[in-house]
């Protein structure tokens, strides 16, 4: 990955994270990594507990940024929420998977999209 991709990344969920807690969502984790792989961001959003990918693009040239989340990251997502659930003792919370894409325009203006409740398992 590149050092401007990565930051581009980075600057995506700087954002979402900043917007969640405007919101009234309580942030939890940053790239909390365990062996099934990262989740991007895990936040308290009333009962739930979240599991958010954030894609970033600065253009739509390959697709939408939320487009990205195959079925592959999908089911690897639901590994790492088993991992956080066993690792915190929360073997009975409520757990929602969303994705949230940035796009940037060309005037340094983001489009927000939030898929509340994305995928569940299986999908």
Not at 83 to 104: C, G, I, K, N, Q
Not at 113 to 121: E, I, K, P, Y
Request: aromatic fraction near 8%.
């Amino acid at each position: 990955m590149t050092m401007q991709r990565k930051q581009l990344g980075t600057t995506g969920e700087d954002l979402v994270c900043t917007y969640l807690e405007s919101t009234g969502v309580e942030i939890l984790e940053r790239n909390w990594k365990c062996r099934s792989g990262e989740a991007d961001v895990i936040a308290r959003e009333q009962e739930d507990l979240v599991f958010i990918e954030v894609k970033t693009r600065t253009s739509e040239s390959a697709g939408f940024p939320e487009d990205a989340v195959t079925r592959q990251k999908r089911r690897r997502y639901e590994k790492i929420a088993v991992e956080y659930l066993f690792t915190h003792d929360l073997p009975s919370a409520r757990v929602r998977f969303d994705v949230m894409a940035l796009l940037f325009s060309g005037n340094g203006k983001a489009f927000l999209r939030h898929h509340r409740d994305a995928f569940g398992v299986g999908d």
